[in-house]
Nanobody, 118 residues
């Protein structure tokens, strides 16, 4: 099982980006999926998560600007980021709790850089 993230880049403040993260491999079930981020010199923080039935949670700093969603048929989670601010600059990581033939485990994507210029 692996997660492949894409969609990062450089954008001006106020702009938008959409991150995607696709899970592949011998997957039986994907439980919670989430996006984390880590800026230089800081700890990795949870940005948003979504349960298997679509319930969502957001960190206060992105509430109302970011939207997490998932396509269960494609084993993919998305993060739509609008009204981006320079403080959103970080490496963004997707995370998923997945049941496979190896059991139930947590998996991480490789990280994608998001840079917001002022």
């Amino acid at each position: 099982v692996q997660l492949q993230a894409s969609g990062g880049g450089l954008v001006q403040a106020g702009g938008s980006l959409r991150l995607s993260c696709a899970a592949s491999g011998s997957i039986l079930r994907i439980n919670d999926m989430a996006w984390f981020r880590q800026a230089p010199g800081t700890q990795r923080e949870l940005v948003a998560d979504i349960s298997s039935d679509g319930a969502t949670n957001y960190v206060d700093s992105v509430n109302g600007r970011f939207t997490i969603s998932r396509d269960n048929d494609k084993n993919t989670v998305y993060l739509q980021m609008d009204s981006l601010k320079p403080e959103d600059t970080a490496v963004y990581y997707c995370h998923a709790n997945i049941l496979s033939w190896l059991g139930r485990r947590d998996y991480w994507g490789q990280g994608t850089q998001v840079t917001v210029s002022s």
